[in-house]
């Protein structure tokens, strides 16, 4: 577990030096907010297309980590939604969204970071599977509960540049363009600079002060993400048996904490915020303990 822990600690120092620097001002507020739109609109997309576009989309593995994947969503997002039975809908949509999304760009980085460039890529190829499908699945859970309209939200998804780069990379792969000159090196140069800048983007964008929240709201959108979601990975790793790479990238996915964009479909949706923004919060501070020792007690479970 401490060959583990060294291997990430870099990524969780980035989080805490992004938290550290917005609360102390530097270099501003604003900063921090046109950083998060330029990961979400120009880095992440390039390096999601820059490594789909490149990827060997024929190998089964694929289908081995979009199953073991799913299983664990799914498993999470109904442990959410039973949970959130017994609080009122604005609380229980929180819950929800607590137990089932993830932090894209936390597994990236720690998927890099164990194993490197083809961890990396295994990592995208899990993103691709994933942010569509838990997308259109929250967006409309979260307007049952709400009663909020989704055709709007779902319109935006359309318009989503992470989903948009999946689609065109993954088009250009199909049509065999996986190295088309200036255009894919310009795409890797701009991918290769969205890890740190997004890492340091988490750290500011968490809220410690004045945290706002139902506790035991927050244990069960947690008992959701950290406990049902990688016991749902680990059953369909013990069925299916993958390769190393493809399991332990799925293990990293199942740890993760609560991603950030989940606060903000909690404003859009009329969902309770505050609490939304507690859950991520919590979540993202217990990773940094909860994610070796997932990855270890997973590892000597699978072998």
Not at 197 to 218: E, F, H
Request: charged share 10%.
């Amino acid at each position: 577990m401490i060959t583990i822990f060294i291997a990430i600690a870099p990524v969780f120092l980035l989080i805490m030096t992004g938290y550290g620097l917005r609360r102390g001002g530097i270099p501003s507020t604003e900063f921090w907010n046109l950083n998060d739109k330029l990961v979400y609109w120009v880095l992440m997309p390039a390096l999601f297309f820059a490594k789909i576009s490149a990827a060997d989309l024929t190998s089964p593995e694929i289908w081995s980590l979009a199953i073991v994947l799913y299983v664990g969503f799914f498993a999470a997002i109904a442990c959410g939604w039973f949970l959130g039975r017994r609080w009122r809908a604005k609380d229980a949509s929180s819950i929800l969204q607590g137990s089932a999304r993830f932090n894209t760009f936390i597994g990236l980085s720690l998927a890099e970071a164990l194993f490197g460039a083809s961890g990396l890529q295994t990592a995208v190829l899990g993103s691709a599977l994933l942010i569509p499908v838990v997308n259109i699945m929250v967006v409309s859970l979260l307007s049952q509960q709400l009663g909020s309209g989704r055709g709007g939200l779902l319109g935006e998804l359309a318009r989503n540049p992470l989903i948009l780069s999946i689609i065109a990379g993954v088009g250009f792969n199909l049509a065999g363009w996986n190295e088309v000159p200036v255009l894919h090196e310009f795409a890797r140069i701009l991918g290769n600079a969205a890890l740190p800048i997004m890492l340091m983007c988490v750290g500011a964008n968490l809220k410690i002060r004045g945290l706002q929240g139902d506790a035991l709201a927050i244990i069960a959108a947690t008992v959701g993400k950290f406990v049902i979601f990688p016991s749902g990975v680990l059953l369909a790793l013990a069925l299916l048996q993958p390769a190393p790479l493809t399991a332990e990238v799925a293990i990293i996915f199942a740890a993760l904490p609560t991603g950030v964009a989940a606060y903000t479909l909690a404003r859009q949706m009329g969902g309770n915020a505050p609490l939304m923004a507690a859950v991520i919060t919590v979540q993202t501070l217990l990773s940094f303990v909860t994610l070796p020792v997932t990855l270890t007690l997973a590892r000597a479970f699978i072998g």
